[in-house]
């Protein structure tokens, strides 16, 4: 994990999950752990121009970083790969305000495993989250009784774990 320097952990923490041509992205305070908002899934020159003209208020930007694991990678990860170097040149203005997180970061973090799979994760997500919805998981809830999760769909949920994994390393 790369991070600069963090001032301080009360903050609006803007999470990034890239992708070639659309990212999951989620703003989060991070004492609360709520989510201020969720795009969901954006376009990535519609989020690289938000970013560029200041129009998400954040103090710091978390964004999964892609890895090296000895296999062969194709076109599609080198495209992630550029996607993530332009929104940290976009985010920067001091060069010390994001953080990049891997994947097996984020499964250390929350389950505490390499092992976990994307369910594993999103359950762990669920967990860190009272149920003050309606429906099977209250956590999310519904339209008609939403819980703090309700809106997070996607590519938003691995941009949510991205953050508190975040947290998690800034405790």
Same mark, same amino acid.
């Given at each position: 994990m790369?991070?600069?320097?963090?001032?301080?952990?009360?903050?609006?923490?803007?999470?990034?999950?890239?992708g070639?041509?659309?990212?999951?992205?989620?703003?989060?305070?991070t004492?609360?752990?709520?989510?201020?908002? *969720?795009?969901?899934?954006?376009?990535n020159?519609?989020?690289? %121009?938000?970013?560029?003209?200041?129009?998400?208020? *954040?103090?710091?930007?978390?964004?999964?970083?892609?890895?090296s694991?000895?296999?062969?990678?194709?076109?599609? #990860?080198?495209?992630?790969?550029?996607?993530?170097?332009?929104?940290?040149?976009?985010?920067n203005?001091?060069?010390?305000?994001h953080?990049?997180?891997y994947?097996?970061?984020?499964?250390?973090a929350l389950?505490? *495993?390499?092992?976990?799979?994307?369910?594993?994760?999103?359950?762990?997500?669920i967990d860190?989250y009272?149920? #003050?919805g309606?429906g099977?998981?209250?956590?999310?809830? #519904?339209?008609?009784?939403?819980?703090?999760?309700?809106?997070? *769909? #996607?590519? %938003?949920?691995?941009a949510?774990?991205?953050?508190?994994?975040?947290?998690?390393?800034?405790?």
């Amino acid at each position: 994990m790369y991070t600069a320097k963090i001032k301080s952990t009360k903050m609006k923490l803007l999470c990034i999950d890239p992708g070639t041509e659309t990212s999951g992205v989620v703003l989060i305070d991070t004492e609360t752990q709520n989510i201020i908002q *969720s795009w969901g899934e954006i376009n990535n020159f519609a989020l690289l %121009a938000m970013i560029s003209l200041d129009e998400i208020e *954040s103090d710091h930007m978390a964004i999964e970083m892609i890895a090296s694991y000895g296999m062969a990678v194709g076109k599609t #990860t080198f495209e992630t790969c550029v996607w993530i170097g332009r929104f940290i040149q976009a985010y920067n203005k001091d060069n010390e305000n994001h953080t990049c997180i891997y994947r097996g970061d984020v499964k250390d973090a929350l389950c505490r *495993s390499r092992k976990a799979k994307d369910a594993n994760i999103r359950q762990a997500l669920i967990d860190r989250y009272k149920g #003050t919805g309606g429906g099977k998981c209250p956590q999310v809830g #519904t339209k008609s009784s939403p819980g703090p999760l309700y809106g997070i *769909s #996607t590519h %938003a949920w691995p941009a949510l774990a991205i953050g508190h994994t975040w947290i998690e390393m800034n405790k």
